[in-house]
């Protein structure tokens, strides 16, 4: 893509009713739009990262055998009745409204109980189980704070995933098969390291959940860290009891912030009971159904990776999510300079390389602070200078020194990073 087509603009100045670090960023680099607190606008930047990301939970979820699909946003009050969850007093975050032709509905801040619900036209046999399935959802929450930018959204996007399973053992066996996939997801995009499974309080039927929690300033929860076990415990469930438990040594943990980028969680029997989603097991008995839960915060995600590889020039975007592999700044208008250009751009858009080409009149060092303040993972220069030497200037975002390398090698650098030919 060229700059001068791309309709947003980077800003140098600070939003000032911003104090997150994602958003500042995010805005000033146009990735997203501030509608209002806690609501934010993709713009194409901000999408195509938000694209990635999904495309990297989409593989793994459909790796684990499960199938995608997208529930409605409008919500009936029965269902949530049902499991006595509509009440605004049991869940604080419910924006409702009513139908013209009469009646209560509730814009979806979960799925659990409509797609358990829609799973009873699908599901009597224990032939018809395991099953398992997902979406990438817009929610809604009525949230009372929403200080944390993308990472706190009043509307926000989660990848949601639920299973039905006919034993416990069927279920657990599903259960820890998402926490590897979840940890491949964490790991691809760039936050591997520093994201943590973390016993943290279960429900009715389980007495933990487990978070997977990134270390995170920016974070909102607080996490007792064993880093050897790579296993955290929430301070909500920080008592001896659990330590004990778990077999945690108190003096070995790290009391750290952190944020809450996915969450899987066991109903047990309980939800089915509650639904109404029965099964006929093989001696012919009417069982209910085991429910599991399971959600990744796409876009707090993406707020996470933005706090966690920041410097003081602007994002860091990790290969594997940005929306550019390269940044293709043309230093002035010389015709030398900007046919080696176009030609450098064309070769590595043809091998698959993702290149944001800025074909802009401006001064060199505007190019390089945009370059910066993006994130994009390599900065390629082509100057007079550099058509001089046969080369062109090479350098990675977080890198100290540009290198200097010919036509050849830069599409032989890049193109095995984008997956592209050469
Ligand atoms: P939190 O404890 O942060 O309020 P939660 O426990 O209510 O989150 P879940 O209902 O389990 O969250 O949702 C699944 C995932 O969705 C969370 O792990 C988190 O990554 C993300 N998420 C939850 N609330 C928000 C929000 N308001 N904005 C952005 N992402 C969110
Ligand atoms: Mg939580």
């Known amino acids: 893509m060229k700059m001068s087509q791309l309709f947003t603009r980077t800003s140098k100045n600070v939003p000032a009713d911003e104090v997150s670090k994602n958003a ?7 990735y997203i739009h501030k509608e209002m607190a806690g609501v934010y606008d993709y713009l194409p930047l901000g999408l195509m990262v938000l694209e990635k990301i999904k495309a990297i939970v989409r593989e793994e979820m459909n790796d684990l055998g499960s199938q995608e699909l997208i ?9 949530w009745e049902k499991t006595d969850r509509w009440d605004d007093e049991k869940v604080d975050v419910w924006f409702k409204s009513k139908l013209q032709a009469g009646g209560p509905i509730g814009f979806g801040w979960s799925h659990e109980e409509p797609i358990t619900d829609m799973m009873r036209s699908f599901v009597t046999s224990y032939r018809d189980l395991p099953a398992n399935v997902y979406q990438f959802q817009t929610k809604l929450r009525n949230e009372l704070r929403a200080k944390s930018g993308i990472m706190r959204g009043r509307e926000f996007v989660m990848k949601d995933l639920y299973s039905y399973s006919r034993s416990e053992e069927e279920h657990q066996k599903f259960y820890d098969a998402v ?6 997801v964490f790991e691809r995009v760039g936050l591997g390291d520093s994201t943590f499974v973390t016993f943290a309080s279960g429900g009715a039927f389980t007495q933990f959940s487990h978070e997977f929690q990134t270390i995170t300033d920016a974070g909102e929860d607080i996490i007792y860290l064993d880093r050897e ?3 955290a415990v929430n301070e ?18 790290e009391k750290v912030k952190a944020a809450e980028v996915g969450n899987i969680f066991s109903f047990g029997p309980v939800k089915a009971q509650q639904l109404d989603l029965y099964f ?10 085991i429910l599991g839960s399971y959600g990744i ?5 993406m707020g996470v990776v933005v706090e966690h590889f920041a410097d003081d020039k602007g994002i860091v975007w990790p290969e594997a999510i940005a929306p550019f592999t390269v940044y293709l700044a043309r230093l002035g208008t010389d015709v030398e300079v900007v046919k080696a250009a176009e030609k450098l751009y064309n070769d590595l858009t043809q091998a698959g390389v993702a290149v944001i080409y800025d074909d802009r009149d401006v001064r060199p060092g505007e190019k390089f602070a945009d370059a910066d303040l993006m994130g994009i993972p390599y900065r390629l220069v082509v100057s007079s200078k550099t058509i001089a030497d046969k080369k062109f200037e090479i350098k990675s975002r977080t890198g100290a020194q540009p290198q200097f390398i010919t036509h050849e090698e830069v599409i032989k650098k890049l193109a095995p990073v984008a997956g592209g030919q050469v």
């Open 24 to 30: 500042q960023l995010l805005i000033q680099a146009g």
């Open 71 to 79: 529930m409605s946003t409008l919500q009936r009050q029965e269902l």
């Open 236 to 253: 909500e469930v920080y008592t001896d009891d659990v330590l004990s438990q778990l077999k945690l040594d108190k003096s070995k943990l």
């Open 229 to 231: 076990r790579k296993l």
């Open 179 to 184: 926490t590897e996939s979840y940890l491949k």
């Open 297 to 301: 915060g796409i876009t707090r995600l």
């Open 280 to 289: 006929t097991d093989e001696e012919g008995q009417q069982k209910p159904v």
